[in-house]
């Protein structure tokens, strides 16, 4: 051993050889997301490039399967059928590829980028604290905020770069700048707002699990609430993530305030998730969870399983009983929407009966669904 090395063993541990506590609880936010974007610096690339992919080859076959004028103006009156509103959107721009792109991905992409975003920052927040990671991240000069400060810098990084890509995509394909600025902006605004939605849950949830299962089913509730504000109640669409990029019209009479709706929500969201930091005990959420009882679990790992995860099991399988019966009423819905259009009934007797757009409804809502209940069995991973 060296002396060097003696004399710091030998040295006393007092209150002056510790770090300093923070001040401001955001402090060392800047450090922790330099480590973040080093650590998902490929997942990051990888979701930004699929969503400008995607983009990109849905304008190219719309291009190749609507090349006239003529073409796109008959898809607009399918487009204004009741069912495609509710599963789309409206169709404001039909004569523009890239008003054919939102119109068409531009609510998905939302949908797909959101849980991304979601899942990166569960697995930020949530998941570092339950596998205590977070305390060795406290244990240096940080604040208690600053780690989910930084999951939702890394979040904004993330939809910012799938911005600039589907930005990309659209001025390759020959679209107008603004409109192709307007519309990467406005999905990766709404995506960022649902990933602040899911640093709030993570504050209130006391597992990663729950965190994931509860931000997941916020976005299939979103898509149904868009679903009813398309049918009914309109004013749903106005405070809804998923209906933002329709109220954007980026290809149309375009609308650039409404990416402040986005902004504005997550950040009133970030800033509720950071004070949930600051006030809850560190390892636990707002909910602290249900302490498990002494008695006997079975003789068998099952049974340990069982008692283990009944309650979200019972919970998650409440939420999609729920679901389905919202689902059913909307259905319930269509003949008389279906009736106010002599001309779309006629249309519809042609293609086979009304049970086509229904059966495109619930299969588009199993989707969702389905996508929404994957993130009740998502495990986070290590950094």
């Known amino acids: 051993m060296s002396a060097q090395t003696a004399a710091v063993l030998r040295r006393p ?64 009156k399918l487009a204004d059928s009741p069912v495609l509103r509710v599963i789309l959107g409206p169709l404001l721009a039909p004569t523009s590829t890239g008003g054919l792109v939102a119109w068409r991905m531009g609510s998905i992409m ?66 107008p700048a603004g409109g192709a600025v307007l519309l990467g902006a406005v999905v990766g605004a709404s995506a960022w707002s649902l990933g602040c939605a899911a640093a709030v849950v993570a504050q209130v949830a006391s597992t990663s699990k729950g965190a994931n299962g509860a931000a997941a089913a916020l976005v299939a509730v979103a898509f149904l609430l868009r679903a009813l504000g398309e049918l009914t109640a309109g004013w749903l669409l106005w405070v809804n993530p998923l209906a933002w990029v329709a109220k954007a019209a980026p290809f149309a009479d375009a609308r650039p305030w409404v990416v402040a709706l986005p902004i504005a929500a997550g950040a009133a969201l970030g800033s509720v998730a950071a004070w949930g930091a600051t006030v809850r005990e560190f390892g636990t959420g707002l909910i602290p969870a249900r302490p498990h009882p002494s008695r006997p679990v079975g ?78 069995p998502r495990s986070p991973r290590g950094p």
């Open 13 to 76: 541990i007092g209150p002056t050889t510790l770090a300093p506590t923070p001040s401001r609880p955001v402090a060392g936010t800047a450090r922790l997301t330099r480590h973040a974007l080093r650590v998902d610096r490929i997942t990051v690339t990888a979701w930004a490039v699929s969503v400008g992919l995607i983009a990109g080859l849905i304008g190219i076959t719309f291009e190749r399967l609507y090349p006239t004028t003529a073409s796109r103006l008959g898809l607009q």
């Open 110 to 175: 939302v949908i797909v980028l959101g849980l991304a975003t979601t899942f990166t920052v569960v697995r930020r927040t949530r998941a570092e604290e339950q596998h205590d990671r977070g305390m060795l991240v406290l244990a240096a000069p940080v604040g208690r905020a600053a780690p989910v400060t930084s999951a939702l810098a890394v979040a904004a990084v993330l939809d910012g770069a799938a911005a600039t890509t589907i930005a990309l995509a659209m001025l390759a394909l020959g679209q």
């Open 299 to 376: 003789a068998t790992p099952l049974a340990l399983a069982w008692r283990l995860e009944r309650v979200s099991v019972a919970v998650t399988i409440g939420a999609a009983a729920c679901y389905s019966v919202a689902i059913g009423s909307v259905v319930g819905l269509f003949n008389s929407f279906i009736k106010s259009s002599p001309q779309f009934e006629q249309f519809l007797v042609r293609l086979g009966g009304t049970h086509v757009l229904e059966d495109a409804f619930t299969t588009s809502m199993a989707i969702f669904g389905a996508i929404a209940i994957s993130g009740w």
